[in-house]
């Protein structure tokens, strides 16, 4: 469970700051608690198949983005532990998660570039889906459901 919940926070922190290098992500996830070293940074990386891209003239970890509604192996592997519960609910879908794991989930979501998913809202333990109706709902629960 703590390398999973250190692989949330790595995604968390990319997303939220530009992070240059392994040793910056190193002390900020040190600065969230977690123990790490840079070989364990540095293999996160690699599972969670960051990569570096230049921004404004720095470089900064992204996670690669695809069109492609498959997903690295490591994100789905992360998103079927992060999920404990998926219900449908007229055109909104709630997902229970682990602590610290709707994030993960929303962003997995929201990469599936599904047509009927109209938006997410991750909080911590929960994502709020809308779809366009109920019936799209209920058949984006059961595409969810079937990742697990």
């Known amino acids: 469970m703590a390398r999973n919940a250190r692989q949330f926070k790595i995604l968390e922190l990319i997303a939220d700051k530009p992070i240059e290098t392994q040793e ?22 690699k599972e969670l198949g960051l990569i570096k891209v230049n921004e404004k003239g720095r470089q900064r970890y992204v996670k690669e983005t695809s069109h492609s509604k498959h997903f690295s192996a490591n994100i789905a592997n992360i998103y079927r532990h992060a999920v404990l519960a998926i219900t449908p609910a007229q055109n909104l879908i709630v997902i229970k998660t682990i602590p610290g794991g709707a994030s993960t989930v929303g962003m997995t979501i929201d990469r599936m570039d599904d047509e009927n998913v109209l938006g997410c809202v991750a909080g911590d333990d929960t994502v709020l889906v809308i779809s366009k109706n109920s019936e799209t709902a209920c058949d984006i629960a059961s595409t969810l459901k079937e990742m697990l």
Do not use: K, W, Y
């Open 24 to 45: 910056d992500l190193a002390n900020e996830l040190i600065e969230s608690g977690f123990t790490v070293t840079q070989a364990t940074v540095s293999r996160d990386i």
